[in-house]
């Protein structure tokens, strides 16, 4: 099978859950079939590493993003040619699915990791840019001859969002982990580097500081955690200056009435992050929309208890009770989100050895249930069944 698989992000330039499972899906599938990956990153080719990396039409140079956005998924649509089936990820490469089944009569499968729909602050970045990655994504999906939802709690919002779709065409397939990289890992420089205080217990959050990862409500939480407790945040690449002024606020506010908050704005190298999360006392995850979310399973396959907000695809990663904490969330009660992050995360500051049963639980749930082989191999079930039915 000639397979493209069509991505924004690709190794080095990974910042969200899609790159990363993109970036592992990808490693198991050359072991499957002939793979050939069409990201953005430059206008270049790496036949060895099966790579081909476009770049946005220098005309468009100053444009909407979305104009920028829809170049490079024409130039990838004409560099696919050849390939039998073409699978894309995130409205970024759809529209290039989409084109790539139409032009060369090919099926296009496509993974759903967020729905426009369920993101309208996107309108703060994108402006009416907004509209058209809307429109992107609607095409692809309702195109498409296979959408791959990420968890269920994804496919249901599939379907709610886009009433047309036929239901025996979206096909759940979990994100998964690599279990054998993200381990505990007991050194401590990157901590001693960052003035991480080793006798106290801290609370981590990593993540981009976006609406829908929800890092105001864990700021606004974090005013009543445990004063012996750090906070310690791994969070960049706001989506807009409006968001990031407003989450610099909050962490300068925190600091002049707690120590021990430690504000990371750089992405770290993935060893760093994982010696983080092996030593923090509880990891954080306050999204207000998350599909399933990776960086949870990141930090169960570390042996770390999780606090998580009940959206989405976590409830069917994080066992409330067994390898961490669900708070509820209603966007029409943001107080008691807040409130009840403040009272899950004291919960496990409080109990260490709860907080070290839930971390042990969370790793063998990582190891038993989300190896990226079984991610692999589920999907490319996906493919040879699409073929197998022409």
């Given at each position: 099978m000639r397979l493209g698989l069509l991505t924004r992000e690709y190794p080095p330039d990974v910042y969200g859950g899609a790159g990363v499972h993109v970036e592992f899906l990808a490693r198991e599938l050359r072991s499957l079939t002939e793979l050939e990956v069409h990201c953005w990153g430059g206008d270049q080719a790496d036949p060895a590493a099966g790579v081909v990396r476009h770049r946005a039409a220098a005309g468009l140079d100053g444009a909407n993003d979305a104009l920028r956005t829809f170049s490079v998924d024409l130039a990838m649509a004409a560099a696919l040619e050849g390939r039998e089936l073409v699978h894309s990820h995130t409205w970024y490469a759809n529209l290039a699915g989409h084109v790539a089944k139409l032009l060369y009569g090919i099926p296009h499968v496509m993974t759903a990791h967020s729905l426009e729909p369920l993101r309208p602050w996107k309108a703060e970045q994108l402006g009416g840019g907004y509209a058209l990655s809307s429109w992107a994504e609607r095409t692809a999906v309702e195109g498409a001859d296979a959408v791959i939802a990420v968890s269920r709690g994804m496919r249901d919002d599939i379907l709610a969002c886009y009433p047309s779709l036929d239901p025996?065409?979206?096909?759940?397939?979990?994100?998964?982990?690599?279990?054998?990289?993200?381990?505990?890992?007991?050194?401590?420089?990157?901590?001693?580097?960052?003035?991480?205080?080793?006798?106290?217990?801290?609370?981590?959050?990593?993540?981009?500081?976006?609406?829908?990862?929800?890092?105001?409500?864990?700021?606004?939480?974090?005013?009543?955690?445990?004063?012996?407790?750090?906070?310690?945040?791994?969070?960049?690449?706001?989506?807009?200056?409006?968001?990031?002024?407003?989450?610099?606020?909050?962490?300068?506010?925190?600091?002049?009435?707690?120590?021990?908050?430690?504000?990371?704005?750089?992405?770290?190298?993935?060893?760093?992050?994982?010696?983080?999360?092996?030593?923090?006392?509880?990891?954080?995850?306050?999204?207000?929309?998350?599909?399933?979310?990776?960086?949870?399973?990141?930090?169960?396959?570390?042996?770390?208890?999780?606090?998580?907000?009940?959206?989405?695809?976590?409830?069917?990663?994080?066992?409330?009770?067994?390898?961490?904490?669900?708070?509820?969330?209603?966007?029409?009660?943001?107080?008691?989100?807040?409130?009840?992050?403040?009272?899950?995360?004291?919960?496990?500051?409080?109990?260490?050895?709860?907080?070290?049963?839930?971390?042990?639980?969370?790793?063998?749930?990582?190891?038993?249930?989300?190896?990226?082989?079984?991610?692999?191999?589920?999907?490319y079930a996906v493919y040879e069944e699409l073929l197998t039915s022409e």
């Open positions: 025996d065409r979206v096909r759940v397939v979990h994100n998964g982990i690599d279990t054998r990289l993200y381990r505990p890992d007991r050194g401590t420089a990157v901590l001693d580097r960052i003035g991480i205080d080793p006798d106290r217990p801290f609370v981590l959050f990593v993540g981009r500081i976006t609406r829908q990862k929800g890092v105001p409500h864990l700021l606004r939480a974090a005013r009543a955690l445990d004063p012996g407790a750090q906070l310690v945040l791994c969070a960049g690449a706001p989506d807009t200056p409006e968001i990031g002024a407003e989450f610099r606020e909050l962490v300068e506010e925190l600091g002049r009435t707690r120590d021990g908050v430690h504000w990371i704005p750089e992405m770290l190298p993935r060893p760093e992050v994982i010696q983080l999360l092996t030593h923090a006392a509880v990891f954080a995850c306050p999204s207000v929309y998350e599909p399933l979310g990776i960086v949870n399973l990141e930090a169960m396959a570390c042996g770390t208890a999780v606090v998580a907000s009940a959206v989405g695809g976590i409830p069917e990663v994080v066992d409330d009770g067994g390898t961490g904490l669900l708070v509820p969330y209603d966007e029409r009660h943001p107080e008691a989100f807040e409130s009840g992050l403040t009272e899950a995360l004291n919960r496990v500051l409080d109990d260490p050895e709860s907080a070290a049963r839930m971390g042990a639980a969370g790793r063998r749930r990582a190891v038993r249930e989300f190896g990226w082989d079984q991610v692999a191999r589920r999907t």
